[in-house]
Structures are given as structure tokens and as C-alpha cells.
């Protein structure tokens, strides 16, 4: 019974229910043959979307060459561990959060922090405030579960000034040069979700700065587990899609505007 609901939900929620009403289109236009492609196409590309292993496939493109094993090196008396913001609750209520990307990629620096002996500091750069809600104070949230965790005073900076990762780039740059100035050794132990870190690294290494990559919130495993439900369309896997294609478009982009300059 709970199997026959589960299917009954895939197939009359969305994107299950836009399957039904494009699959009628498709027989109902049966003499215009340039819209039966149209929706056929239109079929096909929402039933790869909407499906685990279309989703699985787009993550795992990105995340593939971070998803690997390897020893962190031990950090320099220069380096900086950078933790990249991804958003947070308004004031609206008594309480604010972080997303829930926001604290998984907090609570790999701060274990990164913790693992390097409290050695080097934590710049948390972003704000989501500065470009949709300004009652957002994202950094000062992350600071705060930081001192929870553990890390205190100026091991643990911010930067309210960036609203996008091109700013966080430009602006932990000046950071790092007013905190370690003449000095040209310092590094950056990028923290981001694996399948951000390609654009961030990218854009990190432009702008001059030698970057050790650490993934966190990873959305794929290594192999990926089939089952009766992996093929129905589900809304949840549709949305990993659209964070997928929206990194690797932006990667393309960035591709772009690198050879422009």
C-alpha cells in the first residue's frame, strides 16, 4: 500500500503530472508534426531531468574530479582557510539559520580548522543580504555558530562585502594582502560544495592565488544505486538537475569571459 501511494505521488505531483498533460498534447496533435517534435523533445528532456540517474549523471560530472581521497597539506603560517556563503534565513522570525549548504560547507572549515591545531583562520565571504535581503547578516550568523563550535575572536573573520563568488574572489585577495602583506607564499583552502568548486577554483586561481581545494556537500555517491523509483520523475531530482546545469552553464560562461580578458 505504501509502495501504490509512493507511485500514485511520483505520478500526480509535479513534474509527474506534466508528463500526463504533455503526453496528451503529443497524441492529441496528431497532424502538426513540427509540435509533436517540439513536445516530444520537450518529454524527453524533463523525463532526464526529473530522474535519478539524469541527476546523478549532471552532479557527478562536477563533482568527479573533487570526490577524491587524498591528504590535505599541512598549512603555512600564510594561509587561510575561505569558507564560501550560500544563504540564510531573514528576520522575519525571533531565530535566524544557515542554509542547510551554508552549514554543511561552515562545518567542514571549522573541522579543517580543527585539524590543523586552530593554526590558521577562517574567513567566511558572502552575503546574501547584499543582493535580495538586507535584513540577511549571514557572516555574523556563520561567526556565531562558529564560536559555538569552538573558534574564537580573530580566528575567525568575515567579509559582508560579497555578493557573488567573483566578489568573495576580489575581496578574500585584499584580505589576504592586508592580513599577510609582502608576503607572496600565502594559500587558500577553498571550501565550497564540490560541484561549485570547478568556477570558484577557476576564478580564485585568475585573481593570482594559489588554492587547495575542499569539497563539501557532495550531492552524488561514486556508484549509484538503482530502483523502482530511480526512473519515476520526482521533483526533488529535477531540482538537483537545475542546480547542476546552472554550475556547469556558469562554468561555460566562465570559460567564455576568461578568454575575453
Not at 574572489?169 to 600565502?186: A, G, H, Q, W, Y
Amino acid at each position: 500500500m505504501i509502495i501504490f501511494i509512493k507511485i500514485l505521488e511520483k505520478i500526480f505531483l509535479p513534474p509527474g503530472i506534466f508528463f500526463i498533460l504533455l503526453g496528451a498534447s503529443f497524441l492529441y496533435v496528431k497532424k502538426i508534426k513540427l509540435t509533436r517534435i517540439f513536445i516530444g523533445i520537450t518529454l524527453i528532456l524533463l523525463y532526464f531531468l526529473s530522474i535519478a540517474p539524469g541527476a546523478h549523471l549532471l552532479n557527478r560530472i562536477l563533482e568527479a574530479p573533487y570526490d577524491q581521497e587524498k591528504n590535505i597539506q599541512k598549512p603555512q603560517e600564510h594561509d587561510m582557510i575561505v569558507v564560501l556563503a550560500s544563504g540564510a534565513s531573514s528576520k522575519e522570525r525571533s531565530f535566524q539559520e544557515l542554509s542547510g549548504v551554508s552549514v554543511k560547507r561552515l562545518w567542514r572549515g571549522i573541522e579543517l580548522y580543527h585539524t590543523f591545531d586552530k593554526k590558521i583562520p577562517i574567513l567566511y565571504t558572502g552575503d546574501a543580504g547584499k543582493l535580495f535581503n538586507e535584513d540577511i547578516q549571514e557572516p555574523a550568523l556563520a561567526k556565531r555558530y562558529a564560536e559555538r563550535a569552538g573558534v574564537f575572536g580573530d580566528d575567525f573573520l568575515t567579509d559582508t562585502d560579497s555578493g557573488t563568488t567573483h566578489e568573495s574572489t576580489l575581496n578574500v585577495k585584499k584580505i589576504l594582502n592586508s592580513r599577510f602583506p609582502n608576503t607572496s607564499d600565502s594559500r587558500v583552502y577553498l571550501v565550497t560544495s564540490a560541484r561549485h568548486m570547478e568556477r570558484s577554483v577557476q576564478d580564485f586561481r585568475r585573481n593570482g592565488m594559489s588554492v587547495i581545494p575542499v569539497p563539501a556537500d557532495f550531492i552524488t555517491s561514486r556508484t549509484f544505486d538503482s530502483n523502482v523509483f530511480s526512473f519515476l520523475p520526482d521533483s526533488e531530482q529535477f531540482n538537483s538537475s537545475m542546480g547542476a546545469l546552472h554550475e556547469l552553464i556558469g562554468n561555460l560562461g566562465y570559460r567564455f569571459y576568461s578568454k575575453a580578458l
